[in-house]
């Protein structure tokens, strides 16, 4: 049985893996708005039809955690990551050889994503919780979270340089084979069972009746409306933030500074409220990042589209871009415990690749019909609004200081 002296020497391991991972496979999927304009180049798909297959890849990815979360609930995290690696590559590597909105939809937006989704959130955070003691999982959460922001920060610019010097083709191969570096990391979360040093998660209960508690929960499904929001935001910007940067008449540099700034605030975000989880109430946290989205949109509708405007709302929005993560799991814990964590955050990541498919996919409608993205950018502002009103509700009991 583990120990908590055990428990000292070892949780820096598994935070670092686990965020190690989730550096690869968000690195490598958010990247993926960049290939939009040579996909309509090379393969004569309109821009719709290219969001169509990235909106499919957005709720794909938020349906399969769910469904893998708990697989490695029930036998462990390690052959999911493994599984979702070789997946990852996969549909990465057959995506050049995709000629039709059936193909790409195939493989970016199924195969590829499901493997990204087996290697995310859900599945390392769900692995991760259970090991460690409750005051470190807000943290753990955010270094995690952060994790996968410093691989949008990396992969971005990166994957531009490859994309511009040998073309798409060839970065697309990269990240395929970045994708296969999961599977070293994944063993330090080999563990089928993962030994808890708490019993906050009511063990009588199975799993569909622990889920079927969950969604008659007010307070949990308030987390999920917030939940869809975050989706909307995320996908919308990282599928057409690059779409934005040229209409403004920007390069593609520009978009992919723009993209790699968002993660590398994120950072700061993500550490930021995992930090601040500890100290005050979980659900002011998110009522004030969806609020401050809204605000952030608004002055960049207003302000002059210059390279440094977008610098400027990249680096902002980049602090509640992904940070809206470890207080959302960190809730969920605190209703339900974290023998079945994995599963319920899965979900909360479905609803909220929901709003992702909506934002992919409509963002390209916006754009087809109109020639701007302005309708999605009041969109945005609206939900936002709406996520910190629903935030505010949720069942939380006050933080005790010490």
């Known amino acids: ?57 957005q709720l794909f990815w938020g349906v399969i955690q769910p469904i893998f979360g708990a697989i490695a609930d029930k036998w462990g995290s390690f052959p999911v990551l493994v599984f979702g690696s070789f997946l990852m590559a996969l549909g990465m590597a057959m995506t050049p050889y995709a000629t039709s909105e059936w193909m790409l939809t195939l493989t970016m937006g199924v195969i590829s994503a499901a493997g990204a989704g087996a290697g995310s ?56 084979a970045a994708s296969l570096l999961t599977i070293p990391l994944a063993w330090t979360l080999r563990e089928k069972k993962a030994p808890r040093l708490n019993a906050d998660s009511q063990p009588s209960q199975s799993m ?35 779409g934005e940067v040229a209409l403004c008449g920007h390069s593609a540099a520009v978009s ?57 709302f990249a680096a902002a929005l980049g602090f509640t871009w ?9 809730l969920v814990g605190k209703l339900f415990g974290t023998r079945y964590l994995a599963t319920l955050f899965g979900l909360t990541i479905l609803t909220h690749q929901v709003g992702g498919f909506l934002g992919a996919w409509l963002g390209g409608i916006s754009m087809e019909q109109d020639g701007s993205y302005m309708w999605m950018w009041y969109a945005d502002i609206l939900l936002s609004f ?17």
């Open 1 to 57: 049985m583990q120990t908590k002296s055990n428990y000292g020497r070892s949780h820096w391991l598994l935070i670092i893996s686990a965020a190690a991972i989730m550096m690869i496979t968000t690195g490598a999927r958010q990247s993926s708005g960049l290939f939009v304009s040579p996909l309509v180049a090379s393969t004569g798909l309109s821009i719709a039809s290219i969001s169509f297959a990235l909106a499919v890849g």
């Open 208 to 242: 569909g009746q622990q889920v079927a508690q969950a969604m008659k929960d007010r307070s949990y499904l308030c987390l999920h409306a917030g939940f869809f929001t975050c989706g909307f935001h995320v996908a919308f910007l990282v599928t057409h933030l690059p």
């Open 121 to 176: 959130f859900a599945i390392l955070i769900g692995a991760t919780a259970q090991r460690l003691l409750p005051s470190q999982r807000s943290f753990a959460g955010g270094f995690i979270n952060a994790g996968g922001s410093f691989g949008q920060f990396v992969f971005a610019p990166l994957t531009q340089m490859i994309l511009a010097a040998y073309g798409w083709i060839t970065a697309m191969f990269a990240l395929a």
């Open 256 to 312: 992919a500074a723009a993209i790699g700034m968002i993660g590398l605030f994120n950072i700061a975000g993500s550490l930021l409220a995992g930090v601040l989880g500890n100290h005050y109430r979980m659900k002011y946290i998110l009522a004030f990042m969806y609020g401050s989205r809204a605000v952030m949109i608004g002055l960049y509708l207003i302000a002059p589209k210059t390279e440094l405007t977008f610098y400027i």
């Open 322 to 330: 992904l940070a809206t993560v470890p207080p959302t799991v960190g």
């Open 386 to 402: 709406a996520a910190a009103l629903v935030n505010l509700p949720i069942r939380e009991e006050k933080i005790v200081k010490a």
